[in-house]
């Protein structure tokens, strides 16, 4: 069967997803982004972030009605990848250039 960043169990799951992130990352700094303005650590940070913000879409699914068996599973990959990194425990807060916006 075809297996996913996402696939609970999948070896070295924290490792594929940093090292996604990093393509993904260093695709940005090559197209203009100022690496120093937003290093790896702030854009690995927003990775996180999206799937604990994922998380939190999926539970307002219930009020359209019964989901479908492709959306169950979705759900049960996305809250699982989401446990297994940690995202849940990132603060909810944006870096950049050495602190929170705003700050």
């Known amino acids: 069967s075809a297996s996913s960043f996402l696939e609970p169990g999948a070896p070295q799951r924290y490792e594929e997803n940093r090292r996604l992130c990093d393509v993904y990352w260093r695709s940005l700094v090559e197209a203009g982004v100022d690496g120093g303005r937003?290093?790896?650590?702030?854009?690995?940070?927003?990775?996180?972030?999206?799937?604990?913000?994922?998380?939190?879409?999926?539970?307002?699914?219930?009020?359209?009605?019964?989901?479908?068996?492709?959306?169950?599973?979705?759900?049960?990959?996305?809250?699982?990848?989401?446990?297994?990194?940690?995202a849940h425990e990132v603060p909810f807060e944006r870096l950049v250039e050495g602190g929170a916006v705003g700050a």
């Open 38 to 86: 937003y290093p790896f650590e702030a854009a690995w940070r927003d990775y996180l972030l999206g799937f604990a913000w994922g998380f939190l879409v999926i539970t307002q699914l219930p009020k359209f009605g019964e989901p479908s068996e492709v959306l169950k599973s979705f759900s049960a990959r996305v809250s699982h990848a989401m446990v297994e990194l940690r």
